[in-house]
């Protein structure tokens, strides 16, 4: 069974950093692009940040010199650091693993920044 649980969200105020984890069990890790996406209240699911089985990424323009995602194999482990935060960066963070038609989402964790 697959399982992808996030950790690291919280509240911080603008200017600030976080960097959210995302813990993956029952795949192959190494074989799967991953990214985060987040949503804000009132806003579609948007991509964040992507990093491709080979290492490749891509940002979103709004992130783009302030979040930063890798991923540690041998710790089947995401991550997203997250820095110089912004108030317009408030929403629901979640991690995605996809490999061909097999896609899977954590449970989301939440950040909040404050002005």
């Known amino acids: 069974q697959v399982q992808l649980v996030e950790s690291g969200g919280g509240s911080v105020q603008a200017g600030g950093s976080l960097r959210l984890s995302c813990a993956a069990s029952g795949l192959t890790f190494r074989d799967y692009a991953v990214g985060w996406f987040r949503q804000a209240p009132g806003n579609d699911r948007e991509l964040v940040a992507g990093l491709t089985n080979g290492g490749r990424t891509q940002y979103a323009d709004s992130v783009k010199g302030r979040f930063t995602i890798s991923r540690d194999i041998a710790k089947l482990t995401t991550y997203l650091q997250m820095n110089s935060l912004k108030t317009e960066d408030t929403a629901i963070y979640y991690c995605?693993?996809?490999?061909?038609?097999?896609?899977?989402w954590g449970q989301g964790t939440e950040v909040t920044v404050s002005s």
């Open positions: 995605n693993h996809f490999f061909g038609l097999a896609t899977y």
